[in-house]
């Protein structure tokens, strides 16, 4: 009985110290944090940008360290103004601890090479805080190329490594534009597409499609030392396959913009 009494204790201790220090719940919630892996890919971008419009409510951001440790953010609207919690207490090479803050507001910069998310008007000793930093700055890589194949019979082709532009005319018969380049610009865009794609992480696709015809997407992603991969049809409603689309007729809307496309024949016939 009395090491019942004393187990017991036990446990109250933990959960009063547990309530004391303002730990957060240490189990990441795939589905509800915005998860950060070093910023190269972040999911569930849409909740912080929804809290943002909110003048209530709660948001996790969480990050991982180097040895894939959880540090949490938790961010909560009150009195117009955002309480901040930052909880280090699950990073095991560093020091446990939870600090607390009250901001001003959380900020949202966006330019053509970052992203960012900084709470502004903080007190104590720092008076800004950053939240989350999304770079997608395609000159800091060293070497990004796609080979992009969509299209019924998957013949419409946007090559940057042998710098091909092929256009299917749907009658049998295809366009070519050789040394076909994207600008600059047009390729820093199309790599902040794929960045907020979360076009590193792994994607759940599927070819299986009983519609005919069907559009199809083939699209292989060759950036610094690794090649990428991906396939799936119009078929195919995840919540992936909608990003990648999203992240398609992104690419060929910057296409279509440009004079060579504009130049090039009309589609002349159609699949059945």
Avoid at 30 to 39: A, P
Avoid at 77 to 90: P, R, S
């Amino acid at each position: 009985m009395k090491k019942l009494w004393i187990h017991r204790a036990a446990l109250l201790f933990i959960l009063l110290l547990t309530l004391i220090s303002g730990c957060t719940d240490p189990q990441v919630d795939e589905e509800k944090d915005v998860i950060s892996n070093h910023g190269m890919t972040v999911t569930n971008l849409d909740r912080l940008d929804a809290f943002m419009k909110e003048s209530k409510g709660t948001q996790r951001v969480v990050h991982y360290t180097i040895e894939g440790d959880p540090l949490f953010y938790v961010l909560k609207h009150n009195n117009n103004q955002i309480e901040m919690q930052y909880d280090t207490t699950q990073d095991k090479f560093g020091t446990p601890k939870v600090y607390k803050y009250t901001c001003d507001k959380l900020n949202k910069v966006e330019t053509d090479t970052l992203l960012g998310y900084t709470l502004t008007g903080c007190d104590g000793d720092r008076k800004e805080i950053q939240i989350l930093q999304i770079p997608f700055d395609v000159q800091g890589q060293d070497t990004f190329d796609f080979v992009l194949k969509y299209g019924p019979a998957l013949k419409n082709e946007i090559n940057t490594v042998n710098q091909v532009l092929v256009k299917d005319l749907q009658n049998g018969e295809t366009a070519v534009v050789s040394d076909f380049q994207f600008t600059p610009e047009e390729r820093q865009k199309i790599y902040k597409a794929m960045v907020l794609a979360n076009y590193l992480e792994e994607k759940q696709l599927s070819t299986v499609c009983n519609q005919k015809p069907h559009e199809k997407y083939d699209l292989t992603v060759y950036i610094n030392n690794r090649d990428l991969h991906y396939e799936w049809s119009e078929c195919d409603k995840t919540e992936d396959a909608q990003q990648m689309k999203a992240l398609i007729n992104e690419i060929i809307n910057i296409l279509k913009a440009k004079d060579v496309y504009k130049q090039l024949p009309a589609v002349k016939g159609g699949y059945e």
